[in-house]
């Protein structure tokens, strides 16, 4: 009975001390993550008033990647990826500088038009102020993990006014395959607390749900399905190229203001190619899809590659967004494709592709529900379970600890970062490929 009474008094002390920590940094991260978005769209409609607005991305590049090489190198790309790698390889520790530095250099180069997301920087922002709370009142190195962790989700949170979902995001985003179960009390209260702070606070939030309720049956079934496939193949497509645009720019052995400079002048010139659609962050386009108007067939492939050379030539800025828009434009072509309801499919595919790419299938899904309605939730989680599948073993954040295989055919290694697993087909795949063409075989003398 002691031992009982001990273990339920220290839990219970748990308990009350993370609801008192996670709503500290929930009302930080709360009031940071609005001073930042106030910020940046401030920013983004003052250059928006001039129709060539976007001849400045060489220079905001070039400025982004300069700051962030002589001030704060841990702020390049996109920020969820170094916050995770923060809480994988030095126990959460964010250095202070990272924060200033990450806000305004991507203030910069989304402002002039470069393709990132906003989630990224909230996150950094949101993980190295609870490091800086961590450092403050010195916590050791596994509070300041979960701190850093509730930082995430209140961040996510907080920018895309899902409080659920972002809190689900922070704890998911860490590992493949695995969940932090002992950080989701503190990730869910500051989740909700930073939606909160920056709801008063004035920011409002997109919600769109789907009017279109689909009877269910087992053709439109075997549709979702393969809208999941589809969906985890344009995953497959976004990591790829944004991965080879990284190497790309390694291989360019020039200075990183000059490599941003470069990038910037890419992307300038194919705006005149194709139009301004693509800079930014793309919400009105978004917004169109989810709509059900008709985009160009390949709008998600030029949103990817606006986004790698955004990301991987000095700019600065979050993925998520960008990932929305290319789910979305995707989705509008599967519905174009198969005769389907755009707007249902835009919004299944701007979760599932989110769950893919983001290897976070629970999040994606809890997001389909907070922003589209419960209607449509059934049909995203399978979209969203699929691609997560099919995406296989890659990650748009290569800092992803694997903790499950996706398939046991496939032989990986456990325990590692995403970035260096080789995924291999394994013997008893190889003898079900055999059984399956005998079962082939003996359909057709069947005929």
């Known amino acids: 009975m002691r031992r009982r009474l001990k273990e ?3 839990l219970f002390i748990s308990v009350i001390k993370w ?24 920013s983004i409609g003052i250059s928006g008033k001039y129709p060539y607005y976007f001849l400045f991305l060489p220079l905001a590049m070039f400025l982004s990647a300069l700051i962030i090489k002589y001030l704060a190198p841990d702020a390049q790309g996109h920020g969820t990826e170094k916050v995770i790698e923060a809480i994988h390889k030095r126990a959460g520790k964010i250095k202070a500088i990272v924060i200033p530095v990450k806000l305004v250099a991507t203030i ?17 922002i949101g993980g190295g102020f609870s490091s800086v709370f961590a450092d403050i009142f010195k916590f050791d190195d596994n509070d300041r993990k979960k701190l850093v962790i509730c930082g995430i989700s209140a961040g996510f949170a907080s920018v895309f006014g899902t409080p659920i979902a ?21 990730s869910f209260i500051a989740g909700i607390i930073s939606y909160h702070v920056s709801s008063s606070l004035g920011i409002t939030y997109f919600y769109h749900p789907i009017a279109f309720v689909p009877v269910f049956s087992d053709r439109f079934f075997i549709k979702i399905i393969f809208a999941g496939v589809f969906f985890g193949l344009c995953s497959v497509l976004l990591v ?62 030029v949103k990817i590659v606006y986004t ?21 434009t995707s989705g509008t072509l599967f519905a174009s494709i198969f005769g389907l309801d755009p707007a249902t499919f835009a919004a299944i595919g701007l979760v599932s592709v989110l769950a893919g790419a983001a290897n976070t299938p629970i999040a994606a899904s809890i997001m389909a529900m907070e922003l589209f309605g419960t209607s449509i939730a059934p049909y995203a989680t399978v979209a969203c379970v699929v691609s997560f599948l099919i995406t296989g073993h890659r990650s748009v954040y ?29 013997p008893r795949r190889k003898s079900l490929t055999k059984a399956l063409l005998k079962i082939a075989k003996i359909f057709r003398r069947v005929k």
């Open 308 to 328: 790698s050379t955004t990301l991987g030539f000095g700019g600065s800025g979050g993925i998520v967004t960008p990932i929305f828009f290319i789910g979305a």
């Open 166 to 186: 972002g809190s689900i995001f922070g704890v998911e985003v860490l590992f493949i395959g695995a969940i932090l179960y002992d950080v989701l009390l503190p």
């Open 240 to 301: 790829g190229i944004f991965k080879r645009t990284e190497k790309l720019s390694k291989r360019l052995k020039l200075w990183q203001p000059l490599k941003g400079f470069i990038g910037g002048s890419v992307l300038a010139g194919l705006t005149f190619a194709f139009s301004k659609e693509y800079l930014g962050l793309g919400l009105d386009t978004i917004q169109n899809s989810l709509n059900g108007v008709k985009t160009a067939w390949y709008a998600f492939i």
């Open 398 to 426: 290569p800092s992803q600890i694997l903790e499950t295989k996706k398939s046991e055919s496939i032989n990986v290694q456990i325990g590692k970062e995403i970035e260096s697993v080789f995924a291999e087909v394994s």
């Open 19 to 42: 609801v008192f920590l996670a709503t500290i940094t929930g009302v930080i991260v709360g009031f940071s993550t609005t001073a930042f978005l106030k910020i940046l769209n401030w």
């Open 108 to 124: 910069i180069t989304l402002a002039a038009g470069g393709s990132a997301g906003k989630e990224g920087p909230c996150a950094q």
């Open 8 to 10: 339920e008094t220290v």
